[in-house]
């Protein structure tokens, strides 16, 4: 397909789309690609030592042999891991704009745009006359717009009526639009898949779904895939996104009355629908930490169903708990018992970063000395006792390294009398201590 030429691009860039932003609404993959990360047991970077290793996956479209009449768009897999939406390519004056290849329009001086007909409109953009979709308001006008364009079964202008309506219309509407009419609906999944826009492709199969009858998430996922066919690992994902929606509207619907103290002490900013998997799994750590795995909102059941690591839980159970200043629960994360019975505290996620999140968290002096004699590095350990004040920890360092200077320089930045300073006096009076310096 040849680029649309700069008369055409005066039409096509007219209308202002809505730059993508992490937050927006609208934004078309930020959300799923997180859960992908999730499901995918992806890798916490632990200073560097792991690279994030998610695997990018590109959405586009099957070619269409059979349907010469669909547009050529080009394909949004040219970038790996890039999802540039439509609109976005708009937004961007630096990108390669793309549009269906309507012919140029012919500007005699003669035409008048403003007054025609959905017929005379369309029969325009057939024989590439100037033309204006902005005129066409209502919703009635613009379905028979739509529907004249099918009439024609020119592919290219079904697309750019198609895209007029996407920019139009609510999603709401047109999707229940589009549902009814087969043609425009191929024309459509065509254009959003060639675009990468994957979200709207879930939306839309969610809306054809559940517009006649309540279904599981396993139901919504095999219908999505008989009907829009992707490669094996893209199935499992989205799969695993409606087993996620289904999880999430369970436990909006409980905890939406809930009436556990917990949520009187913490009232709920937001609805837990449509979120990412992790942040899903931190409400659950938030809210539902101790739940027997048999409940949908149970920690373990979340880790357990979306195959999430054992690294990236402990990260996100750490966070939610120490914000909650359950410090038992802190413990509970890291005890382990040995063949022998004994208990010892290990971490997949090292000694240095817990400390870091239980400081963030406010923990006290007492549960930090704990976390930072823990660290194996005694580099770390010293600068992290030295950072968080954990006097005990300096001392016997500077002691077991037998350095009476370091001792004497940290004595004074204590308080005259205080415990931490009459230990240093003692050990600086220790006749059998053979000191290096």
């Not at 923990?363 to 823990?374: G, H, R, S």
Request: with cysteine; glycine share 4%.
């Amino acid at each position: 397909m040849t680029r649309a030429k700069p008369e055409d691009d005066e039409y096509w860039n007219s209308s202002k789309f809505k730059a993508f932003t992490f937050d927006d609404e609208d934004d078309e993959f930020s959300q799923l690609k997180e859960s992908k990360r999730a499901v995918n047991s992806i890798l916490v970077d632990d200073d560097d030592e792991d690279e994030d290793d998610v695997e990018r996956v590109s959405w586009s479209g099957e070619p269409t042999h059979h349907q010469s009449d669909f547009v050529s768009i080009p394909s949004a897999k040219s970038k790996p891991g890039a999802f540039q939406s439509f609109s976005e390519s708009f937004s961007d004056t630096s990108s390669r704009t793309y549009a269906p290849e309507l012919r140029k329009p012919k500007s005699d001086g003669k035409d008048v745009v403003s007054d025609l007909s959905p017929e005379e409109t369309v029969r325009r953009m057939q024989k590439g006359r100037a033309f204006s979709l902005e005129k066409f308001r209502s919703l009635q006008d613009k379905l028979l717009l739509l529907d004249e364009a099918v009439a024609v079964y020119d592919g290219n202008v079904i697309t750019a009526v198609l895209i007029f309506l996407k920019k139009s219309l609510s999603k709401e509407i047109l999707f229940r639009e589009l549902m009814a009419r087969d043609v425009a609906l191929r024309h459509y999944v065509h254009y959003l898949k060639e675009m990468g826009e994957q979200k709207l492709l879930v939306e839309m199969k969610v809306e054809e779904e559940t517009s006649s009858k309540v279904v599981s998430g396993k139901e919504l996922s095999e219908g999505f895939n008989r009907d829009l066919p992707f490669s094996q690992d893209d199935a499992t994902y989205v799969q695993d996104h409606y087993t996620l929606l289904e999880r999430q509207i369970i436990i909006e619907a409980s905890d939406k009355k809930a009436v556990a103290e917990i949520f009187k002490k913490f009232p709920r900013k937001a609805s837990i629908l449509n979120m990412p998997i992790i942040t899903t799994l931190y409400y659950s750590c938030f809210y539902h930490y101790g739940e027997s795995e048999g409940t949908f909102s149970s920690p373990s059941n979340i880790r357990k169903t979306f195959r999430i690591s054992e690294k990236q839980y402990i990260l996100t159970a750490l966070g939610a708990r120490a914000k909650l200043k359950s410090w038992f629960d802190v413990d509970s994360l890291f005890n382990t018992k040995n063949w022998l019975g004994y208990t010892k505290k290990r971490s997949p996620i090292g000694f240095h970063r817990v400390v870091d999140i239980l400081h963030k968290n406010s923990a006290p002096v007492q549960v930090l000395q704990e976390y930072v004699n823990l660290i194996d590095d005694p580099d770390l350990k010293l600068s992290g006792a030295l950072k968080y004040k954990c006097h005990d920890i300096v001392i016997n360092t500077y002691r077991d390294l037998k350095d009476r200077q370091q001792l004497i320089v940290y004595r004074e930045k204590l308080e005259r009398d205080s415990p931490e300073y009459r230990k240093i006096q003692d050990l600086l009076n220790n006749v059998q201590i053979r000191w290096k310096n």
